[in-house]
């Protein structure tokens, strides 16, 4: 069932999510090759209670970690470990918390020191698939829209793989409700969007094949080919003319923007 958020409700969601994006942001300016992705994850811990919240994705169906954490061939679902950051890598950090009983829950994958050009290309439209589907957030369109949009512009257009098994999905009191929101499908059809109606939407884009597998820690999610994948995440709300996006990008890339350790002028 879909439930639309009251514009009150809209609110409370919009302090989690921006409190996710403060999240990322720290994230964003403590970045350097040599740093542990385990260290990331504490450090984001700690802040999230500081600031009065819970991790979201702790405990949730036995998830161990505050955040997921997944870095190269790793699609999303990663746990933070003690492999020391190298110079190459790109990693999805993915943040959930839960504050005033709404959960925020988004996404944004950084790049240590030099990457190579189709690495760019994969986040750069990566990125820009997450906001032509954010377009697409308006009352009267439908869920197969935002699909369609990422799917056209990720595959079609620039012949990446599109993770079908893993979807984004609506958000509010729990972390996943309805709807599932894939990044495929056609124009036209699934579920209406109607006003007030937040979701979490959020590609997973692979530089090579679209097929995965799990590794054997139950959890995390990697490309059968060995390439590398992105994930960028936001939490829109629904509205008549133009969707309202709850959570932030602008502090996290003036955060890598400042930081010499992360490539960002792809
Ligand atoms: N952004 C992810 C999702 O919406 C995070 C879930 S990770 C989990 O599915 F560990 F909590 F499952
Ligand atoms: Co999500």
Redesign the pocket.
Known sequence: MIKPKSNEEVELMRISALMVSDALSLVAKELKPGITSAFINKMVDEFIHDNGATP??KG??G?PFAT?ISVNDAV??GFPNDRELIDGDIVSV?I?VFKNNFHG?H?YTFAIGEIDSETQRLLRVTKESLYLAIEKCIVGNRVGDIGFTVQEYTEKKNGFGVVRELVG?GLGHK??EDPQVPNYGRKGIGPKLIDGMVI?I?PMINLGRKEIYTESDGWTIRTVDGKVSAHF?HDVCVRPNKADILSNYAPIEAAEKKNPNLFWSY
């Open positions: 979201s994705f949730y169906n998830y997921c999303v679902h993915d959930g829950d996404a999905h972390m996943h979490a959020e995440e």
